[in-house]
């Protein structure tokens, strides 16, 4: 892995870490006609990640494929490996839902 992959990598995480803690000051007021980010956003912008991962992995595959200079074949294999780690989480996270959901269809009122 390169400098430059490391350094985005943890920017990345940073940007992440940053977008899930609880922020008092950022938490927009009720009635401020500002939409809050729900469940189906935040599922959305996830489902959005993992299909750019993967386009991303397919056009550097085609590019190595070309023989296009500049693509080297660690940073294909990373960037395919990091598509295929997004999709099995994307997976699981839903595989946990509908279990979640079964769960409570089952529940006895």
Same mark, same amino acid.
């Given at each position: 892995?390169? $400098?430059?992959?490391?350094?985005? %990598? =943890?920017? +990345?995480?940073?940007?992440?870490? *940053?977008?899930?803690?609880?922020? !008092?000051?950022?938490?927009?007021?009720?009635?401020?006609?500002?939409? $809050?980010?729900?469940?189906?956003? %935040? =599922?959305? +912008?996830?489902?959005?990640?993992? *299909?750019?991962?993967?386009?991303? !992995?397919?056009?550097?595959?085609?590019?190595?494929?070309?023989?296009?200079?500049?693509?080297?074949?660690?940073?294909?294999?990373?960037?395919?490996?990091?598509?295929?780690?997004?999709?099995?989480?994307?997976?699981?996270?839903?595989?946990?839902?509908?279990?979640?959901?079964?769960?409570?269809?089952?529940?006895?009122?």
């Amino acid at each position: 892995m390169t $400098q430059i992959d490391i350094n985005g %990598l =943890l920017a +990345q995480m940073r940007t992440l870490s *940053a977008q899930l803690e609880p922020n !008092a000051a950022a938490t927009p007021a009720l009635g401020s006609g500002k939409p $809050q980010d729900n469940f189906g956003n %935040l =599922l959305r +912008q996830s489902i959005a990640g993992v *299909a750019e991962t993967q386009n991303t !992995a397919q056009q550097m595959t085609a590019s190595f494929e070309r023989g296009d200079p500049g693509t080297d074949l660690p940073q294909v294999m990373l960037a395919v490996q990091k598509a295929d780690l997004s999709f099995r989480a994307m997976t699981e996270v839903r595989n946990k839902l509908v279990d979640a959901y079964q769960n409570i269809m089952n529940m006895q009122m």
